[in-house]
């Protein structure tokens, strides 16, 4: 937190009438010629509430066993990462945006019934090749400490990006063919009922053609959440980070495949890569790296093909 930056309490829920009407009237504004992000942040309070817990984690594939997924309290914070793109103050469109890249760190463990105070603030800029990407930081404290943090990288297209590179997640060989998913045409819908992200080009065969999706498309939150889920041990992670970076849109109904690098230490951790390509295994939906600490063992999970 900075001197200057102004924290807000939220309490109520964006509507999806309200999510609409900010979205339109943001993508009215245009884009100013000097843009600066908000020094501003929001804050609420939420109770991991263990069957909203449960029916999440069934639609990823987390199994009871491996306890909160470490995805959940992003999906918590996500309605607060949503006023801020809506905000009047924001500059760019929301409408548009796209989501690059996605870190997760949990600290301590989460179990059902804690209670969290999130905070979303904006970030910094960041520089790319076919716009200007910015991030939006998110923590969760439980009894004052911090137990999990999420940076999500977003990318407005078009002109010319400035700060820091983006960056880049690049790693070692990933061969080991893991599992592969048949993905219904409804996820999108399925997964908006969970997580409240209802954002069309999911959801909907016509709001996905309007943005240039010849089919709905499915959130790359979930597609993170489901390879997470095979991967991780079969019992609640103390310590863990995950990051991606989104790919190519997976199309719904689609079929895909999971493939992951051998396990490796990395310092104090256990380190997998891992990807989620297309049913062929020609087209990478998404990449990312999984670290594990205190050392258990990073496996799959009992549906997938052993790796």
Known sequence: MTAAEVVERVDAPLSGAAVVGGALKSLLRGRPREAVLPDRALQREAVLEASTVDAYGRLCGF????GVPITWPH???F????????????????IGLVHLHNRIS???????????????RTGRFMAHDRGQAFTLETTAVRDGETVWEGVSLYLCLGGLGHGDPAPILTGGVVDQACGAWSVPADLGRRYAVVSGDANP?????LGARLFGFRRPIAHGMWTKARAVAALSPQEPLEAAQVEVAFRSPMFLPGQAALYAGQAHDAGADETRDFEVRD???ARTHLRGRLSV???????????AVSC
Not at 80 to 91: E, H, V, Y
Not at 201 to 205: C, D, E, G, N, V
Not at 293 to 302: A, Q, V
């Open 79 to 94: 309605p607060l990462q949503m006023r801020i793109l809506l905000g009047a103050d924001f500059p760019y469109p929301a």
């Open 106 to 120: 949990q600290h301590h463990r989460l179990y059902p019934g804690d209670r969290l105070l999130l905070t979303a």
């Open 293 to 303: 600490s205190p050392r258990l063992p990073i496996t799959t999970s009992k549906d």
């Open 63 to 66: 199994t009871p066993d491996q």
């Open 279 to 281: 049913a062929a295994g």
């Open 75 to 77: 999906v918590l914070a």
């Open 201 to 205: 080009i999911h959801t909907s065969a």
